[in-house]
């Protein structure tokens, strides 16, 4: 730093920076001064116009022997400092050639929305396609993603908004869809605990969501914590069960619900079995094991759309219309009475939430319907369909449920609260008949269950032979 770039700043900057150090007591000040001058030099004062205040004495070599230690001292620490930042700067650039990305910074040169290439550590293609090794520094093609299978396209249902690109919005759910997975064979991690577990603790979670009056995204967003969270954990022991699911069901009632219960009324459900501070500790847990991942696409969202979408024609409000409900409450109820037998069901995890959605639409309505609301090809929800079959044929055979109407909730969002329509019992008879149960061809009509059921969507009968050879079939196996 010289004299000539200080006072390059103009007159009256350099003055002000220079009286700040050197305007103190009359020792301190000399010193100071003294120092600067033999630092910056003292031509750096006289060019601002500042008159310092020394002694009229000259110097004595011990002075000068304290001055000259003073700035070596300081430049010795201006060079530690120096090697301390080299070193930060080093560690930084080791971190992230481990994780294959280097942190923007001011001291860096490079542009703020590139990425930096790192060695591949995929193993190389046999198809002979370049690699990243082949990239240089500097090149333009900073980035390269590998998909081990491209995602497959879906036509968006949606119409048109005018609050929102309908398109990204579809893009959008499609991603939570992939992104918020779950494990299958997640017991295989616990061995102390079995399926039968998670289907009574789930049974219980309805109770609980029917009696406090909560919605049914409440529960599917618990059902969604619950399987992600011990598709993470190992050896999870037989009583954590309990504590796993009421505090699922607490973040998810935050989330979802406007005036969601008290944490006492959390802890008194589970009849002293798990307290107050048991459930704030658990709750910690569970959001750092699930990465605050808390709002995934669930089945019940699913449907919701999917039920918008097929009633397009009964939206006259162009704005918001979309928005609020335009389907049968009456309808949504059994088609959700079905996903949520399902969702009993350890296997409707190996499903994503979409086909899960678009498999029970398939059921409740028909194939023509479930394909054009959803995006989906056949091939792509068949095996969750031949999966779902003994589930619908069960709940056809329990017959339509009513839709239930409480006190202190809008009669136009009574079927949005959660409640107890299916049992363990039902889902034994599911399991029970799906060994007996025949798999359905890729080419086969869904079966009709308007007549069980009214209000469900029913398009026209095509072929109405083949609808008779289906229910006499259906029967022969409910038999």
């Known amino acids: 730093m010289r004299h000539d770039n200080i006072c390059g700043r103009g007159e ?25 001058i033999e630092i910056l030099g003292p031509n750096a004062f006289k060019c601002c116009g500042i008159h310092l205040k020394t002694n009229s004495r000259p110097v004595k070599h011990r002075d000068t022997e304290r001055m000259s230690r003073r700035s070596a001292r300081l430049q010795s620490r201006g060079r530690e400092n120096e090697n301390e930042e080299n070193i930060r700067i080093a560690c930084r650039k080791r971190k992230a050639d481990e994780n294959q990305w280097i942190p923007i910074s001011e001291s860096t040169s490079v542009p703020t929305c590139t990425i930096i290439p790192t060695k591949d550590q995929t193993p190389p293609s046999s198809t002979g396609h370049s690699t990243p ?45 992939l992104a918020y997975t779950r494990d299958h064979q997640m017991f295989d991690r616990h061995p102390c605990l079995q399926p ?13 969501c029917e009696v406090y009056r909560l919605h049914r995204e409440t529960f599917y967003l618990a059902v969604d914590y619950i399987d992600r969270y011990l598709s993470t954990q190992r050896n999870i022991m037989k009583h954590q069960l309990q504590l796993i699911g009421i505090t699922a069901l607490l973040i998810a009632a935050k989330l979802e619900e406007i005036y969601p219960p008290k944490l006492s009324e959390f802890a008194d459900v589970t009849d002293g079995a798990c307290t107050e501070n048991e459930i704030l500790t658990q709750e910690l847990v569970m959001l750092k ?15 919701n759309v999917y039920l918008q979408v097929a009633n397009l024609e009964q939206i006259t409000e162009s704005e918001h219309g979309f928005v ?7 309808a949504f109820v059994q088609i959700a009475r079905l996903t949520d037998l399902c969702m009993l069901d350890l296997g409707s995890v190996q499903f994503t939430n979409s086909v899960l959605a678009a498999s029970a639409l398939y059921h409740m309505s028909s194939e023509s319907i479930a394909l054009a609301v959803s ?17 619908a044929i069960t709940i056809r055979e329990a017959g339509s449920t009513e839709l239930k109407f409480f006190p202190t909730i809008p009669p136009e969002d009574a079927h949005n609260i959660q409640t107890h329509a299916v049992d363990v019992t039902m889902l034994e008879k599911a399991q029970s008949r799906k060994e007996d149960m025949f798999v359905f061809d890729s080419q086969r009509s869904s079966p009709d269950f308007s007549t069980q059921i009214p209000g469900i969507l029913t398009p026209p009968q095509s072929n109405k032979k083949d609808m008779e050879e289906q229910r006499r079939a259906l029967n022969m196996n409910s038999t």
């Open 12 to 36: 009256e900057m350099s003055k002000i920076y220079f009286r700040s150090f050197c305007e103190m007591h009359s020792s301190a000040g000399r010193l100071t001064s003294a120092i600067y």
């Open 133 to 177: 090794q082949e990239f240089f520094i500097g090149s333009q093609f900073r980035f390269q993603n590998y998909f081990t299978t491209p995602v497959k396209s879906r036509l968006s249902p949606l119409p048109k908004f005018s609050w929102a690109d309908s398109k990204e919005v579809w893009q959008l759910m499609m991603k939570k869809d």
């Open 196 to 208: 039968r577990m998670r289907v009574i603790l789930l049974d219980w979670l309805i109770e609980v």
């Open 289 to 303: 094991a699930l990465k605050w991942g808390l709002s995934p696409m669930t089945v019940n969202s699913w449907l």
């Open 324 to 330: 609020f409900p335009q389907y049968s409450a009456h």
């Open 375 to 391: 995006g989906l090809n056949m091939t792509d929800i068949m095996a969750c369909v031949q999966w779902m079959a003994p589930h």
